[in-house]
């Protein structure tokens, strides 16, 4: 099975701070995401990455950042946490074949900025 | 820009009602469609997808999809709903990425 793994489920952090969130996917997929969901906008689209050391801004990169050194790990940065960043982030991969594009989710981080 | 649309935001249906939950997109070319479930507490996964061929594509758990392209659209369906689909709903295209609808929170009562 593929596995998505975020490396927290929940994160208190302050206004301010300096917040890094980790994905890794065991499966070789060479594209992974970047998510927040927020009730009654669903999934938006912060970053993506199609390789290493690649990334590309999705719908709302701003006050955030990116890294992927390997490919299996994909970090979100969020520069200096504000509350309007509370959210939950989801990260995803997939394959690199665009015929094939079912997305694996991990299961979440839900982030608290106070 | 590409988008999707999900025209349902809450549903809420007795156990054995029928379920349809309506999706468009908006890109003209090929696309790859999804939907993904978020069961409570859980992660997203998939339901069903659509990349080619018989427009009718089966999912998980009774549900399936019609693609009917001259519309956009990719709506779900499931004939008699039950208390353990109450979640919430996902339909996503992929150019790509994946772009994803606003979600159709769906409550089924017993």
């Known amino acids: 099975d593929v596995k998505v793994t975020q490396s927290s489920r929940y994160l208190v952090k302050r206004t301010g701070e300096k917040v890094f969130l980790e994905c890794v996917q065991d499966?070789?997929?060479?594209?992974m995401f970047w998510y927040r969901q927020d009730p009654g906008l669903g999934l938006r689209l912060i970053y993506f990455?199609?390789?290493?050391?690649?990334?590309e801004k999705g719908d709302i990169p701003e006050g955030y950042s990116v890294s992927r050194e390997k490919k299996e790990r994909f970090s979100l940065i969020l520069e200096s946490a504000s509350t309007n960043q509370t959210s939950m982030y989801l990260c995803?991969?997939?394959?690199?074949?665009?015929?094939?594009?079912?997305?694996?989710f991990g299961q979440g981080t839900r982030l608290t900025v106070v | 820009a590409q988008s999707v649309s999900q025209h349902n935001h809450h549903v809420i249906l007795s156990e054995a009602a029928s379920l349809e939950l309506g999706c468009n997109y908006s890109?003209?070319?090929?696309?790859?469609l999804f939907w993904y479930v978020q069961y409570p507490g859980q992660h997203l996964q998939l339901l069903l997808k659509?990349?080619?061929?018989?427009?009718l594509v089966k999912g998980i758990k009774g549900f399936e999809a019609e693609f009917i392209k001259s519309k956009f659209s990719f709506n779900l369906r499931k004939p008699s709903v039950q208390w353990s689909d109450t979640a919430e709903y996902f339909c996503?295209?992929?150019?790509?990425?994946?772009?994803f609808g606003t979600g159709t929170r769906l409550q089924v009562f017993p």
């Open positions: 995803a991969s997939t394959l690199g074949d665009p015929r094939n594009t079912e997305a694996f």
């Open positions: 499966m070789d997929h060479e594209n």
């Open positions: 990455s199609y390789d290493v050391k690649m990334k």
């Open positions: 890109y003209g070319g090929t696309v790859n």
């Open positions: 659509y990349f080619s061929g018989d427009p």
């Open positions: 996503a295209v992929t150019l790509g990425i994946g772009i």
